[in-house]
């Protein structure tokens, strides 16, 4: 059984509780139509696991009960017993990013501003621990706690920060220096066939990714589970005396959409709208998280302004192969992957304004 087949029992399923904005009836629809498919697959290995996706589906709904009866530490620790102890690990779905991956970040600036690199590089990193004020609510964040998020594309930057003057907005590429463990919470693909061990990880991608009823509010019910998934995945590496086999972030896929439409998809670049969240591992009195930086290394950054202005000969990509790679954010991508660290000549300043750390992602 594929993945979009299972898809269309969720989505119908879903349909018919749309009109709840509380998380409950919406997950449980969800899971129905999750156990809906095990059941009409016929797929004898996939049943065979129906009695534990029911008991994870049925356990998340009694982590939300948890959590709205204010007993966060018992939904804490029932879903760190679900998924996060060493002989449960197998109900996640994991991925490896290898050294040398590249990621994008971007902050947004409504001014041309220079960004030097010896000067340092806190301000492209996440938001530093002096500033933990200015951190609010997000489906991977925890309130006052500075997650570093990156981007598989410059565009899926964009599209997360809500599309900000991308003229004098800051580009910039990360790059791994180690390969690394995640935990991937996006959804496989349609075609993708799922296996015993792979039905496993769906109750929970599918509780990390309800669409949000009040995005304005001061609570936002649906980012509940992944926010206390994150607090578990910081127990669990906490917990480990070494690097090895230990889960880094999440991997998940962005379900902010611009109301104007899209102007890429995943048809022009397959990973557009992934992202990465990375928790501290330290918590400081001001700074950079020192195991982040050690992690991620800052290969290059820029601008569109800085690109007509200094190098216009690169506003037109002569060797694009795909209409992505022959826009704004194709062509700042090409440009950042063309120095290497040795020859990164800007980076991030206060300046204009701007405060470090701020609006980015």
């Known amino acids: 059984m594929n993945y979009r087949d ?39 290995s996939l049943m065979d696991k129906s009695a534990l996706v029911e008991k994870l589906c049925t356990s998340l709904i009694d982590i939300v009960d948890l959590l709205n009866t204010n007993r966060r530490q018992e939904a804490h620790n029932k ?16 991925c490896t990013v290898n050294s040398d991956a590249c990621f ?4 947004a600036a409504e001014k041309f501003t220079q960004y030097l690199v010896d000067e340092g590089v806190s301000g492209m990193y996440h938001i530093p621990f002096e500033l933990r004020h200015k951190i609010g609510n997000d489906r991977y964040g925890i309130s006052g706690f500075p997650v570093f998020y990156l981007s598989a594309s410059a565009y899926g930057c964009w599209e997360e920060l809500k599309r900000p003057n991308l003229e004098f907005t800051n580009v910039a590429l990360f790059k791994s220096t180690k390969e690394m463990l995640f935990i991937d919470m996006v959804p496989p693909p349609d075609n993708k066939v799922i296996s015993k061990t792979s039905i496993l990880s769906l109750p929970l991608v599918l509780a990390s990714r309800l669409e949000v009823k009040h995005p304005e509010g001061n609570y936002i019910q649906e980012y509940s589970i992944p926010q206390l998934m994150m607090e578990c995945l910081i127990e669990s590496r906490d917990k480990r ?13 962005s379900i902010h959409r611009n109301d104007g439409g899209l102007l890429f998809t995943g048809v022009d670049k397959d990973d557009i709208f992934v992202n990465y ?28 302004a800085e690109i007509t202005y200094k190098h216009p000969s690169r506003c037109i990509a002569t060797k694009a192969k795909t209409h992505y790679e022959e826009s704004k954010f194709g062509v700042i991508e090409d440009f ?26």
């Open 6 to 44: 299972i898809d269309r029992y969720i989505k119908d399923s879903l349909r018919a509780a749309a009109g709840n904005d509380d998380i409950k009836p919406r997950l449980i629809a969800a899971f129905d139509g999750l156990l809906k498919s095990i059941k009409k697959s016929g797929n004898s």
């Open 79 to 94: 879903l760190f017993e679900l998924y996060f102890k060493d002989e449960h690990r197998d109900r996640l779905q994991l």
């Open 104 to 107: 994008y970040k971007m902050r």
């Open 241 to 253: 005396d070494s690097m090895d086999n230990t889960i880094i972030g999440v991997r998940y896929e």
């Open 277 to 304: 969240a990375v928790p501290p591992f330290t918590s400081m009195e001001k700074g950079i998280c020192p195991k982040i930086e050690e992690l991620f290394y800052l290969h290059n950054s820029t601008s569109w």
């Open 336 to 361: 950042l992957n063309l120095h290497d660290r040795g020859m990164l000549t800007y980076h991030t300043r206060n300046k204009a304004g701007i405060p470090v750390g701020a609006l980015t992602i």
